[in-house]
């Protein structure tokens, strides 16, 4: 089945506890991207990557990196994770470039204590 | 200002009923918009792409207007099913997605 998984799922944690989100299509998409939902503000882009190791920040970077060094694998990972990275996550993939349709991962909520 | 702004609802639609909801976008540089839909938290799925003369696709109907900077998502017959929040996205510069905060739609029988 075609699709874009995440894990972990949920995931409470610590302030400053490192932490890594895992993101894989089997799609063999090149557009890879990570977006937060808060409430009132939407999803807003973090880091997308257009290739293999090519990587650009989004709008809210900060706190965040990633990093691209399979075709199919995109982990978003916060060094020193803060109480203001408390948000829902998305994972999305698309075909070639950013102006094709994205798909999904189901999402990780994730709080920081 | 955001760069996509969307009146967030909810708007409360009888069954059978029409409604219609636009976006503003900030970029005149934008090229592709689309229109995505969301349920409950869920991830995101695209509802339909947003072209420059207009489309249709079923009783959901998208326009483009560039001179005035949005686009509009209209639902003729409203189901049930429809209830949902629609998300605007509009293409930034190179690589860049950006999402309006989603307008949410409650069809009620």
């Known amino acids: 089945e075609a699709q874009v998984t995440q894990n972990p799922r949920y995931l409470i944690t610590v302030t400053g506890k490192k932490l890594t989100v895992t993101c894989s299509q089997n799609?063999?998409?090149?557009?890879m991207s990570w977006y937060r939902q808060d409430p009132g503000l939407g999803l807003r882009q973090i880091y997308y990557s257009m290739n293999v190791e090519v990587t650009d920040k989004g709008d809210v970077p900060e706190g965040y990196k990633v990093s691209r060094k399979e075709k199919r694998n995109f982990p978003l990972i916060l060094e020193s994770p803060s109480p203001n990275q408390t948000s829902l996550y998305f994972c999305?993939?698309?075909?070639?470039?950013?102006?094709?349709?994205?798909?999904f991962g189901p999402g990780t909520r994730l709080l920081v204590l | 200002r955001k760069e996509v702004e969307q009146d967030p609802g909810p708007f409360n639609v009888p069954e059978g009923a029409t409604v219609a909801f636009n976006c503003t976008y900030s970029?005149?540089?934008?090229?592709?918009f689309f229109w995505y839909r969301q349920d409950c938290r869920k991830e995101p799925k695209l509802l339909m792409s947003?072209?420059?003369s207009g489309n249709e696709d079923g009783r959901f109907t998208a326009q483009l207007n560039r001179a005035s900077q949005y686009i509009s998502l209209l639902i003729r017959d409203s189901k049930l099913s429809d209830s949902a929040t629609y998300l605007c996205?509009?293409?930034?510069?190179?690589?860049?997605?950006?999402f309006g905060a989603g307008t949410q739609v409650v069809v009620t029988p």
């Open positions: 970029n005149s540089a934008s090229q592709s």
């Open positions: 996205v509009v293409t930034g510069s190179w690589g860049k997605l950006q």
């Open positions: 799609m063999n998409h090149e557009y």
């Open positions: 947003v072209y420059s």
């Open positions: 999305a993939s698309s075909p070639g470039t950013f102006r094709e349709t994205q798909y």
